[in-house]
Each structure stands twice: as C-alpha cells, then as structure tokens.
T-cell receptor, first 113, second 113 residues
Framework: QKEVEQNSGPLSVPEGAIASLNCTYSDRVSQSFFWYRQYSGKSPELIMSIYSNGDKEDGRFTAQLNKASQYVSLLIRDSQPSDSATYLCAVNNGRQAGTALIFGKGTTLSVSS | DARVTQTPRHKVTEMGQEVTMRCQPILGHNTVFWYRQTMMQGLELLAYFRNRAPLDDSGMPKDRFSAEMPDATLATLKIQPSEPRDSAVYFC???????????FGPGTRLLVL
C-alpha cells in the first residue's frame, strides 16, 4: 500500500526561527508533491507544489524534493505564530496527471512568540 | 473568489439515519474528490470523479456509502444507514484535472449518535 509518512510532532520553534517539516513517500513513480496547511477546525489550504528535484521558493516557504531518496521537505523561514498549524504532505497516486493524492497524517507546528 | 462550497456544514444525526452531503465544485473544475478526516486515520480518499464519471471509489464502504455527480455543479455523498464510526469531517475538493492541484471546501462535520 502506498504511504506518505510524516512525523506527527508537535514541532515547536520560537518566533523568527526556521521550521523544517519532513515527509517520505513509498511510491517511486510519484511525480507531483504538495504541501497543505490546515488550521484547527479549518480545511486544508494549498501552500506549495513541487514537481522537480531541488528547491522551490515562495516567500518564506521553500519546498525541497529528492526523488532518489523519496523525500520532500518544507522550510518556513522567519516563523510566525500565525504559522502554527498542521502541515500535510501529499503525493500523487500514479504516473498520470490528475490522479488522486495520498496525504500524510500531518505535522503539527507550534510557533511561540 | 472561486471556492468549493459544501452543505451542510454541521450535521448531528442518530444511528441508522440517512445522511446526504452536497458539494459544489469550482466552476470549470472537472475533477471532484471526497475525503474523510479523523484524528486516527488522517485524510482518507473516499471517491473521486472526472467529468462526472467515477474513477475510483475503492476507499468507500460500498454497503452504506454512495457518491454521485448528478451534474457538473453538484456532487453528493450519501451514507445509509449511518453509524457512530462514520463521525468525521467530510471534505470535498475540486481540481482542474490536468494536474493534481486540489482546492478544498470547508467540510461537513458529521456526528452520528
């Protein structure tokens, strides 16, 4: 069974620090990778997507992908209390575009002021 | 501001009753997903549709759950009869189909007593 693994946390960082969230996946054919943020009681919100090996930066967020190691990470620079949420890693299920996603159970991030 | 809408937002019912949840995908999106989220299992795919045709419903308990898309603007998820173990948040998400990006609705919080 295809799996996406994340450390459940909580990951606690002080305000202004870098938060590093990690994810591993089991299916080598996966091509698309996503990070969603979910605040308590709310729905998941897409914050980053990455398709190629290497880094992709968007504001304070950097997604990193290493397909050989089947590893995806999300770095949040200058962490703010408003970043406190659960971060879900998602991986596409198959080679074809537009397939469903497999989600990890999420890592809870707590940023203290 | 295009959004996925879901109704009802909250539902409390008694065991054995029928529950119907509705979803309106973002206009122009041809792929619709139904997920269930619990603390224990995380976010699980129940079923998904492309161009109103079901592509995968393997995550759904077939004996009590059914999902349909009567038209391009409406997706439904029914549970009959409902059981206490069905208590969860049910999310609908839609996507453009050409890629895996998905946008989530606000969810239906279901409690079966």
């Amino acid at each position: 069974q295809k799996e996406v693994e994340q450390n459940s946390g909580p990951l606690s960082v002080p305000e202004g620090a870098i938060a590093s969230l990690n994810c591993t996946y089991s299916d080598r054919v996966s091509q698309s990778f996503f990070w969603y943020r979910q605040y308590s009681g709310k729905s998941p919100e897409l914050i980053m997507s990455i398709y190629s090996n290497g880094d992709k930066e968007d504001g304070r967020f950097t997604a990193q992908l290493n397909k050989a190691s089947q590893y995806v990470s999300l770095l949040i620079r200058d962490s703010q209390p408003s970043d406190s949420a659960t971060y879900l890693c998602a991986v596409n299920n198959g080679r074809q575009a537009g397939t469903a996603l497999i989600f990890g159970k999420g890592t809870t991030l707590s940023v203290s002021s | 501001d295009a959004r996925v809408t879901q109704t009802p937002r909250h539902k409390v019912t008694e065991m054995g009753q029928e529950v119907t949840m509705r979803c309106q995908p973002i206009l122009g999106h041809n792929t619709v997903f139904w997920y269930r989220q619990t603390m224990m299992q995380g976010l699980e795919l129940l079923a998904y549709f492309r161009n109103r045709a079901p592509l995968d419903d393997s995550g759904m308990p077939k004996d009590r759950f059914s999902a349909e898309m009567p038209d391009a603007t409406l997706a439904t998820l029914k549970i009959q009869p409902s059981e206490p173990r069905d208590s969860a948040v049910y999310f609908c998400a839609s996507g453009p189909g050409s890629q895996e990006t998905q946008y989530f609705g606000p969810g239906t919080r279901l409690l079966v007593l």
